[in-house]
C-alpha cells in the first residue's frame, strides 16, 4: 500500500506516473491486477490531479473520517 501511495500522493501527473512504473516493477509479479486496473483506467484516475494539492489531499484521506465514522 504505501508504494501505491506515492501514485496517488504524488505531488504532479508525471511523477505520478513514474511511480505507476516503480509500483510495477516492484510488485508486477506478485499483483499483477493493480497495475493493469491502475494503467487501464489512468485517462479516469488522472482527472484527480486537475485539483489543487489541498482537495486531492482531502480525496485521499478518508481513512481518518471513516475511522471516526466506527
Not at 505520478?16 to 486496473?37: G, Q, T, V
Not at 489541498?54 to 480525496?59: E, G, Q, S, T, Y
Amino acid at each position: 500500500m504505501a508504494d501505491l501511495k506515492l501514485v496517488y500522493a504524488a505531488p504532479t501527473e508525471e511523477t505520478a506516473l513514474n511511480e505507476l512504473k516503480l509500483f510495477r516493477d516492484k510488485w508486477d509479479s506478485k499483483y499483477p491486477k493493480i497495475y493493469k486496473l491502475w494503467h487501464n483506467n489512468w485517462a479516469t484516475l488522472s482527472t484527480y490531479f486537475k485539483y489543487p494539492d489541498a482537495v486531492r489531499r482531502l480525496i485521499y484521506t478518508t481513512n481518518t473520517i471513516e475511522g471516526f465514522n466506527r
